[in-house]
């Protein structure tokens, strides 16, 4: 048995080696990161007067509309934008801050 | 993480696992629980209501999580992967992995600031993909425990968590923490997934976006759901007309399913009742070979639904295609009339079967069977070698099985059976506790 006692590594030396193991899936993810917020930019700028539906935000940004549910729920989620009534069968969609005012 | 020595193992933290860890828990035994994920609950969690009673499904689960959690006999170990069992003179040797949540779970008080901090959203499985949460999140509103977990696959590593946490609980230097637990026995408990949504060609192969799996709709009719109401994951549109394809993955030869998986008719006709309630003026179609109401109060339920407006039809779907419209065209050959039909929905559900959970088929080393060394049934479930004398015991001395670790069944069957396996690892026990006095 050795005596020599190996020091626990700073947390600044862990996050470079998180860094350097995970170099492919941080890049990857900054890539994921800056396409989902201009997406996220882009609706929440159309939805800001007025509220509007799923297909109709798809067809302004250009974008598949089940991509376009999928932000909208995940920015319903965190607060960001609020179901406002309907239009025909689909829900209308408005950004929170807007919708209070 | 310290070394445990318990009198149980229990594997799989869904409803079958937590029933039986709480039977043998409150017998006064010790027991620890592994689960995989990093909040206990398994399947049943996901779900809106529960046939037959319609009793809202988190109202029965949460609290059976909870008592769990607080347990003092009982060892609550999530987000652990159990790498190799070996057999000891007196019972079993587990090795067991604790894998990094980048969390002080200590510290970690669930507040979800880390949570709104976090820039990057990924998809939920918890919503089956339909929902999202950020790279650092408390997986959903009733996990337990309540504790953020990073998920350093999705993490740019730009460090807001860490600044946000008001307990100082973001972890950046947690690695793998390997222990090792003694058990006398062990209950195997690794529930089941469903046949894949992209299985069936025919069916659109997965790629057509309002053919949705039976956990997505379950998803959407639950009020913590990704859209909080029932739309259509294509557009967000609210279905007028839904369909139901039975036997969507169980009873075919070709996807090597060739078993009934029980609960299928069960759920499709819950789920109609609760479309009904949620969307007065939606109709329903449930396609059918025939409809199997095996429980008690069961044949009561579908004829409620048959009451209520859901249309029965019994055919058999050749295949599904999409118009222009993203809308799904079944064709049906209804084999009472003898004709075939094309039909247009606005949404469609498959009724996909169960298979044993991943990594338990006996093909990969991560497979429960293979580290405990179970043989499998010809179903591919652990097999039971005398179900009739003693329908929870696995071909392992010591070694037991409950809920859909070992085929296809319900809630009530998944309960019953961990109480069955819970009695049978209690005499088990105390037998071997005699022994060891008298040796
Ligand atoms: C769409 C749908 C609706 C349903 N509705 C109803 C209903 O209304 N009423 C009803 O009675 N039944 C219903 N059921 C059936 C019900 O979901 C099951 O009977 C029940 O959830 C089975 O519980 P379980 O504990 O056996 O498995 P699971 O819920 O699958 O739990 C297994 C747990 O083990 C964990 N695990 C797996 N492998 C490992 C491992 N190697 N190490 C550690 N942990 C592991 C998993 O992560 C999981 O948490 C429905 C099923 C479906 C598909
Ligand atoms: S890690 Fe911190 S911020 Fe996140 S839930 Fe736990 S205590 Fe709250
Ligand atoms: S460090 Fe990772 S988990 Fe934390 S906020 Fe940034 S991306 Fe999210």
Redesign the interface.
Known sequence: MSDIKTE??S?GE??KR??ET?AV??ER??V??RA??QMQQAICQFIRETPK???EI?AEIGKP??E???????L???GIVV?AG?CG???LYQRAKEAQA | MDNLHVDTLVVGGGIAGMQAALDLADQGFQVALVEREPSIGGKMITLSKVFPTLDCCSCITTPKMSAVAHHPNIHLLTYCELQSIEETGSGFHAAIVQKPRYVDARKCTGCRECE?AC???V?SPFDRG????R?IRVPFSTAVPQKAVLD??????CGKCEKECPAGAVD??QQPEPFEIETTTIIAASGFELTPLNAKKEYGGGKL?NVVDPLMMERFLAPTG????V?R????????SIAYVQCAGSRDQTLGVEYCSRVCCMYAVKQAMLISGALPMADITIYYMDIRTFGKGYEQFYQNAKAMGVEFVRGKVAAIREDGE?NPVIKVELTEEGRIVERTFDLVILSLGMTPAPGSNGTTSTSLSASLGLPLGTDKFIAIPAPNANPCASARPGIFVTGTAMGPMDIVDSIVTASSAASAASAYIREHQKEAVYA
């Open positions: 626990a590594p947390r862990m996050l998180l860094r995970h899936s941080v993810t900054q994921l990161f989902q917020k539906t799923v297909p798809a509309s089940h376009v549910l999928w932000f909208v729920a995940s319903k989620k965190y179901e309907m069968d689909y829900p | 709104y820039p990057v959203t998809p339909l929902g999202a949460y790279a350093m696959e999705n993490c740019i590593l950046f230097t976006r990704p859209y909080g109401r739309l994951p294509g557009d967000g549109k609210e279905p007028t993203q």
